[in-house]
T-cell receptor
Framework: GNSVTQMEGPVTLSEEAFLTINCTYTATGYPSLFWYVQYPGEGLQLLLKATKADDKGSNKGFEATYRKETTSFHLEKGSVQVSDSAVYFCALSPTPGNTGKLIFGQGTTLQVKP | SAVISQKPSRDICQRGTSLTIQCQVDSQVTMMFWYRQQPGQSLTLIATANQGSEATYESGFVIDKFPISRPNLTFSTLTVSNMSPEDSSIYLC???????????????FGSGTRLTVV
């Protein structure tokens, strides 16, 4: 079946540190991959996406590359800020545009200290 | 991308009562999705709401507990019935943006309804 596995949290970093949050997936076919962010007390916001192998999604200094050979979609940022503190969810859509089911990882909490 | 207005944003309800959550989308969409996020957990799909037909429920969720309406292509409601403290969660609606200026748009979520049952 389809599934998403994220690294355990919480992740605690100092401001300006480098961030990596690992995400691997299991899926049949050619899924689309997403990173969502949930700031404290808020709903989900799409952070970035990639729809095919080797695509790189990027937004707000965050990047993730769709690696089909390693079934991974790791999230990276070169220099985190306190305002990046949030919960990050990796997700996949098995067949975009058809049934539309979105499968989430368990979420990784990021805490950035000044 | 689509813009979703969800309300209420939060509510505190007595056990045994029901709460109806509304989602309004600024464009016509075929399917709308309802998710539950229990405290400290990830999101779980409750059901898919299609206009003109009954909603399709995921394993573990039933229509009697979570009735859904989809009267047109821009609106849907989810009711949480006969609530208990275990229903305390964030409930979110979502739509899939199939086509945007930059191509496939992924999924957009409402801001969520934070429900506390006492």
């Amino acid at each position: 079946g389809n599934s998403v596995t994220q690294m355990e949290g919480p992740v605690t970093l100092s401001e300006e540190a480098f961030l990596t949050i690992n995400c691997t997936y299991t899926a049949t076919g050619y899924p689309s991959l997403f990173w969502y962010v949930q700031y404290p007390g808020e709903g989900l916001q799409l952070l970035l996406k990639a729809t095919k192998a080797d695509d790189k999604g990027s937004n707000k200094g965050f990047e993730a590359t769709y690696r089909k050979e390693t079934t991974s979609f790791h999230l990276e940022k070169g220099s985190v800020q306190v305002s990046d503190s949030a919960v990050y969810f990796c997700a996949l859509s098995p067949t975009p545009g058809n049934t539309g089911k979105l499968i989430f990882g368990q979420g990784t909490t990021l805490q950035v200290k000044p | 991308s689509a813009v979703i207005s969800q309300k209420p944003s939060r509510d505190i309800c007595q056990r045994g009562t029901s709460l109806t959550i509304q989602c309004q989308v600024d464009s016509q969409v075929t399917m709308m999705f309802w998710y539950r996020q229990q405290p400290g957990q990830s999101l779980t799909l409750i059901a898919t709401a299609n206009q003109g037909s009954e909603a399709t429920y995921e394993s573990g969720f039933v229509i009697d507990k979570f009735p859904i309406s989809r009267p047109n292509l821009t609106f849907s409601t989810l009711t949480v019935s006969n609530m208990s403290p275990e229903d305390s969660s964030i409930y979110l609606c979502s739509v899939e943006d199939l086509s945007t200026v930059s191509g496939y748009g992924g999924y957009t979520f409402g801001s969520g309804t934070r429900l506390t049952v006492v």
